[in-house]
């Protein structure tokens, strides 16, 4: 299994609370993302890095921000939660565009209450 | 822009029968074209992929899948279904040299003994 570790695995938050998720791999690849989860919706895309310091939005980036300080570590922040925001977060990676399949993490499962 | 349609959120099959899930898919560009499978409170699992040459593609637990351009589709098939095969499949589409998987909304498999 490709080295994708998220943390934490369950989370309870509140309303307006900041929140914020990470996402360690192991395989020193160069292009990591967070999906979002939700039933009838499949995964959509947050946002993706594709390398230190280089980040840009997915389809629903809004409430959400990232950082990537390292190859290996992916922020993804909640900046002041909202209930719309309880899902299910997906970190992946892959090492090349495209032809290269991308590798999940286990997810995070993210409640705000 | 790329779009993936997955036909039918729930399919139900009985042990030992022929497994078919659907995927059609929009780009305008050849695409890169994937099924992936979730088994329970998991992370995605690559099961296929399809880039360039053969258009059958052949993947992990007896899976398989046909990428048919005429028809925009790559279903995917397993000719008998096992109770391990109950999960939760997603079809993925990639364009050339783009850094982002879209999914379709997902079908959940069921086998019944």
Same mark, same amino acid.
């Given at each position: #299994?490709?080295?994708?570790? +998220?943390?934490?695995?369950?989370?309870?938050?509140?309303?307006?609370?900041?929140?914020?998720?990470?996402?360690?791999?192991?395989?020193?690849?160069?292009?990591?993302?967070?999906?979002?989860?939700? &039933?009838?919706?499949?995964?959509?895309?947050?946002?993706?890095?594709?390398?230190?310091? #280089?980040? #840009?939005?997915?389809?629903?980036? #809004?409430?959400? *921000?990232?950082?990537?300080?390292?190859?290996?570590?992916?922020?993804?922040?909640?900046?002041?939660?909202?209930?719309?925001? $309880?899902?299910?977060?997906?970190?992946?990676?892959?090492?090349?565009?495209?032809?290269?399949?991308?590798?999940?993490? +286990?997810?995070?499962?993210?409640?705000?209450? | 822009?790329?779009?993936?349609? +997955?036909?039918?959120?729930?399919?139900?099959?009985?042990?030992?029968?022929?497994?078919?899930?659907?995927?059609?898919?929009?780009? *305008?560009?050849?695409?890169?074209?994937?099924?992936?499978?979730?088994? &329970?409170? +998991?992370?995605?699992?690559?099961?296929?992929?399809?880039?360039?040459?053969? $258009?059958?593609?052949?993947?992990?637990?007896?899976?398989?899948?046909?990428?048919?351009?005429?028809?925009?589709?790559?279903?995917? $098939?397993? &000719?008998?279904?096992?109770?391990?095969?109950?999960?939760?499949?997603?079809?993925?589409?990639?364009?050339?040299?783009?850094?982002?998987?879209?999914?379709?909304?997902?079908?959940?498999?069921?086998?019944?003994?």
């Amino acid at each position: #299994d490709a080295g994708i570790t +998220q943390s934490p695995r369950h989370k309870v938050t509140e309303t307006g609370t900041p929140v914020t998720l990470r996402c360690h791999q192991t395989e020193n690849h160069r292009y990591m993302y967070w999906y979002r989860q939700d &039933p009838g919706h499949g995964l959509r895309l947050i946002h993706y890095s594709y390398g230190v310091k #280089d980040t #840009d939005k997915g389809e629903v980036s #809004d409430g959400y *921000s990232v950082s990537r300080s390292k190859t290996e570590d992916f922020l993804l922040t909640l900046e002041s939660a909202t209930s719309s925001q $309880t899902s299910v977060y997906f970190c992946a990676t892959n090492s090349v565009l495209a032809a290269a399949e991308a590798f999940f993490g +286990q997810g995070t499962r993210l409640t705000v209450v | 822009a790329q779009s993936v349609t +997955q036909l039918g959120s729930h399919v139900s099959v009985s042990e030992g029968a022929l497994v078919l899930l659907r995927c059609n898919y929009s780009s *305008s560009v050849p695409p890169y074209l994937f099924w992936y499978v979730q088994y &329970p409170n +998991q992370g995605l699992q690559l099961l296929l992929k399809y880039t360039t040459g053969a $258009t059958l593609v052949k993947g992990i637990n007896g899976f398989e899948a046909e990428f048919k351009k005429s028809e925009t589709s790559f279903h995917l $098939t397993k &000719p008998s279904a096992h109770m391990s095969d109950a999960a939760e499949y997603f079809c993925a589409v990639s364009e050339t040299g783009a850094n982002n998987l879209f999914f379709g909304t997902g079908t959940r498999l069921t086998v019944i003994p």
